[in-house]
């Protein structure tokens, strides 16, 4: 059987887990003379061990974006290489971007000598072309209100599209993982056109508003209030340079996380688009085996639960997991639970898309099983003979129906593992009764 994620139960394993004695193996009588009884003997043994089968996936996988959009002037990576966080990965040229920060520069400048100047009292001339500058801002100020309509119209089409996208991904294999990237980024870029369409506004709002503050000024003379918006103005642009700034070393794209650079899809010369992915960047440290559990079998896997892994192309070695996540929801086309392990991989022996096996046997290890044919039911209790040094020994056990042939037992001081049971113990066996394996 090569399911994935099936408990391995066979009928084999159960056979396996209490062996029948051969006749080679009967007990002795103690009293010479005496005659034994002849019967069926077991040894008890453990249930046979739960395992689920899955697949090794990194624990951190991300996918590196480019913050903005520009032409690669070097890219410091290739495929199967190393790197610590903050190491630079790929850097954009940046002449456009130090012009942009110089610009922002002159016109925080600007702001603050304009704000000195109403200080200092308006001509004329300077009410005039406040007037005119005043008209402009409200112009422009209704175009970028207008763009910001269209571009909310735009975001809200890729939203319900990402959204419904999402639903099928989540819920069926119709979908591909390219499909959810695309729909993804077409999302991402209709949203990031939003807020800067709404930025735009917000910009263009302060400019008309700010240049009515410095027409009142310019009448009325500088007053507490305009004063206040020449300054509001002075921290918009100082905004601005701090925003242009931020572009200026979002062009220097380094490692978020440590990890291992495994796909890189930009080359020096080509253009990164804002948004758009460039390198997936993973970290095998410590990674995870997601597995699909039946619904019949979810109730033995808890969160937090110590298993063992182990993986067929590392033979001789088991590795030590724990269970990170027990879905409560099953999967939509199927009666199965998603479960991850994590385990750890400081060694690199794990690769993600290895098949491993994770082994529950820790969660059985305390439960014995028997035949029903070997329980005898005496009021209300339940009882096996043991066969010891070639005596019968009558115990009360705890049973539990694993199904319709076989019970479990729990372990006591009485009944344990390897111990002989009688199987089909005739009405006349007692306590004490000699007995002999045939």
């Known amino acids: 059987m090569n399911r994935l994620n099936k408990l391995i139960v066979p009928a084999a394993l159960l056979l396996a887990a209490i062996t029948v004695l051969p006749a080679c193996g009967a007990i002795e009588a103690e009293e010479a003379g005496a005659a034994a009884v002849p019967v069926q003997v077991i040894k008890l043994g453990p249930s046979a061990a739960a395992s689920l089968n899955g697949k090794v996936i990194p624990d951190q996988s991300i996918n590196i974006v480019s913050k903005v959009s520009g032409k690669v002037a070097e890219v410091r990576v290739q495929e199967g290489s190393k790197v610590k966080k903050g190491d630079v990965l790929v850097q954009l040229e940046t002449t456009e971007l130090i012009q942009q920060v110089k610009q922002a520069e002159s016109s925080s400048s600007a702001a603050q000598a304009k704000l000195a100047d109403t200080q200092a009292g308006a001509r004329k001339q300077e009410i005039a072309g406040l007037q005119s500058a005043i008209t402009a801002a409200r112009g422009a100020y209704e175009q970028a209100t207008a763009a910001v309509e269209q571009a909310k119209a735009g975001f809200d089409l890729a939203a319900s599209t990402y959204n419904r996208l999402r639903n099928a991904f989540e819920s069926s294999s119709n979908v591909s993982q390219d499909d959810m990237d695309k729909g993804t980024f077409e999302f991402e870029k209709a949203n990031a056109a939003y807020e800067q369409a709404q930025g735009a506004q917000k910009a263009?709002?302060?400019?008309?508003?700010?240049?009515?503050?410095?027409?009142?000024?310019?009448?009325?003379?500088?007053?507490?209030?305009?004063?206040?918006?020449?300054?509001?103005?002075?921290?918009?642009?100082?905004?601005?340079?701090?925003?242009?700034?931020?572009?200026?070393?979002?062009?220097?794209?380094?490692?978020?996380?440590?990890?291992?650079?495994?796909?890189?899809?930009?080359?020096?010369?080509?253009?990164?688009?804002?948004?758009?992915?460039?390198?997936?960047?993973?970290?095998?440290?410590?990674?995870?085996?997601?597995?699909?559990?039946?619904?019949?079998?979810?109730?033995?896997?808890?969160?937090?639960?110590?298993?063992?892994?182990?993986?067929?192309?590392?033979?001789?070695?088991?590795?030590?997991?724990?269970?990170?996540?027990?879905?409560?929801?099953?999967?939509?086309?199927s009666n199965s639970f998603p479960v991850k392990v994590k385990v750890d991989n400081k060694e690199g022996l794990l690769f993600a898309g290895m098949v491993a096996e994770v082994n529950l046997q820790a969660s059985q290890q305390s439960r014995l099983e028997v035949p029903k044919s070997a329980v005898i039911r005496k009021d209300q209790k339940d009882y096996v003979f043991t066969a010891d040094n070639g005596m019968a020994h009558l115990v009360e056990v705890q049973t539990e129906v694993k199904n319709q042939d076989w019970l479990y037992v729990a372990s006591n001081g009485s009944i344990k593992a390897n111990q002989q049971i009688i199987v089909k113990p005739a009405d006349s066996l007692t306590e004490g009764t000699k007995v002999k394996a045939e």
Do not use: Y
């Open 204 to 333: 263009a709002e302060a400019q008309w508003r700010g240049t009515e503050a410095k027409l009142e000024l310019a009448i009325s003379g500088p007053t507490e209030n305009t004063l206040k918006a020449l300054q509001a103005d002075v921290e918009r642009l100082n905004a601005s340079l701090e925003l242009a700034n931020s572009g200026l070393s979002n062009a220097t794209i380094t490692a978020p996380i440590d990890g291992v650079i495994v796909k890189k899809g930009i080359s020096p010369g080509e253009l990164a688009q804002a948004g758009a992915q460039i390198l997936s960047l993973v970290n095998m440290d410590q990674v995870q085996v997601e597995l699909s559990v039946a619904d019949n079998q979810i109730t033995q896997v808890k969160e937090g639960m110590n298993v063992d892994v182990t993986i067929q192309n590392v033979p001789g070695k088991s590795f030590p997991g724990v269970v990170s996540f027990v879905s409560p929801v099953a999967n939509t086309n």
